[in-house]
């Protein structure tokens, strides 16, 4: 549903995205949104005739608004302006868009974008709440530059957050007032300001927990080394070496009531890092560097932990569940995420093939599968059992 925002010219990329990604899409639109956008854009993108007033009463066989909430599984609107949500709230139903609105009884979600002041008008905000008392999931719009030529909190969230919210979308939300803490990505150590020791993580399994979490309800602290979307319920604390991921984590971990370690913490670091670049002295010098462990923070979680559940990955070129079943014992830890890597599995792809261990259970063998599907039966697992 496209109603009649700037942020309209926005939405084909959007629906070209989730088509890309096997979502059969239909648009109905406003007049207001068809000042903006085109239908035979939308139509050409979908192969599905665009919905509006104009051409409400073209297929008599059927009422056209009620044709289309029957099909649909979801809704989204995007963008909704403020008087769009005023309508909605209200039980307007005075276009195609807001009478498909009325005729739809599944899960419903709203991308609101519009002025600054608009959005904070106290009419806007009490609409919003109407809303989501109703169980209309709301996206909030994201601070950027507005089309008024000064940035501020209104504009229209980055497309892959919102396909995001579609991805990771729950009927119930679980971790309702549940504190979800989560680390990500891969630790760089340096040896000098243009050398590191790091690994392949590229934090896409440890941010899909995280998002996860947020989409199931709770309020989530990420401790990450790469930038990756996230969704508004996230906050993100970004970090570099092994020594700053500890003092954040350890820093969070008290409030948690779930804690994800899905980082690659390097195990070592150097015990003199240069302040300048080190050269070669002649064509036959090698480089010796003298290494020193990190700290072990899921095993320092592992033994301080209270009332936290907690869970633990184990990336393992063999030996995979001898080896996660060790840590397991070991670290103190609820859950062990076990996960093959090496060449080509693992890290930096978008699907995982994980084996679950938990204590007094059977390891649980997980076909492989999108990262965000094992995100979600990870968050959803600790969540059964916390």
């Not at 096997?22 to 005739?49: C, H």
């Not at 909030?140 to 957050?161: I, N, Q, T």
């Amino acid at each position: 549903m496209i109603t009649g925002g700037i942020a309209a010219y926005k939405v084909p990329l959007l629906v070209r995205g989730l088509v890309r990604d096997g979502y059969q899409v239909r648009v109905a639109m406003t007049p207001a949104a068809a000042t903006f956008v085109t239908a035979a854009t939308l139509s050409t993108l979908t192969k599905a005739e665009v919905v509006t007033d104009a051409h409400e009463f073209d297929h008599p066989e059927h009422v056209v608004h009620v044709e289309l909430a029957r099909w649909a599984d979801m809704m989204l609107v995007v963008p909704a302006t403020a008087n769009s949500l005023a309508k909605f709230a209200n039980g307007l139903a005075d276009n195609v868009v807001t009478s498909t609105w009325l005729a739809f009884d599944g899960p419903k979600l709203v991308m609101p974008a519009m002025n600054d002041k608009m959005w904070a008008n106290a009419a806007t905000q009490s609409n919003v709440r109407r809303l989501k008392d109703m169980g209309v999931r709301v996206l909030p719009p994201a601070e950027g530059f507005l089309a008024e030529g000064y940035s501020a909190v209104g504009r229209m969230p980055d497309l892959d957050v919102i396909q995001l919210f579609v991805e990771t979308y729950q009927a119930k939300q679980p971790l309702v007032g549940k504190r979800v803490l989560v680390s990500a990505g891969g630790t760089q150590e340096r040896i000098d300001p243009v050398r590191y020791i790091g690994n392949d993580s590229s934090g896409k399994m440890g941010t899909a927990v995280a998002n996860a979490a947020a989409a199931a309800g709770a309020e989530v602290t990420l401790v990450a080394t790469k930038m990756l979307p996230v969704l508004p319920g996230v906050e993100a604390v970004y970090v570099t070496s092994a020594a700053e991921l500890h003092d954040a984590m350890l820093a969070n971990f008290d409030a948690a009531d779930l804690v994800v370690m899905a980082a690659a913490v390097a195990d070592f670091r150097p015990v003199d890092v240069s302040g300048t670049k080190i050269k070669k002295q002649s064509a036959d010098d090698g480089l010796h560097l003298d290494l020193v462990q990190n700290p072990d923070i899921l095993a320092a979680m592992g033994a301080q932990k209270s009332h936290q559940y907690l869970v633990g990955f184990a990336a393992e070129t063999n030996d995979l569940v001898a080896n996660a079943q060790a840590k397991l014992e070991h670290k103190g830890a609820d859950m062990i995420v076990a996960n093959p890597v090496g060449y080509g599995q693992g890290f930096n792809a978008d699907t995982d093939t994980v084996t679950i261990l938990r204590r007094g259970q059977d390891p649980l063998a997980l076909d492989e599968a999108a990262k965000r599907d094992v995100a979600a039966t990870i968050v959803g697992l600790a969540e059964a059992e916390m």
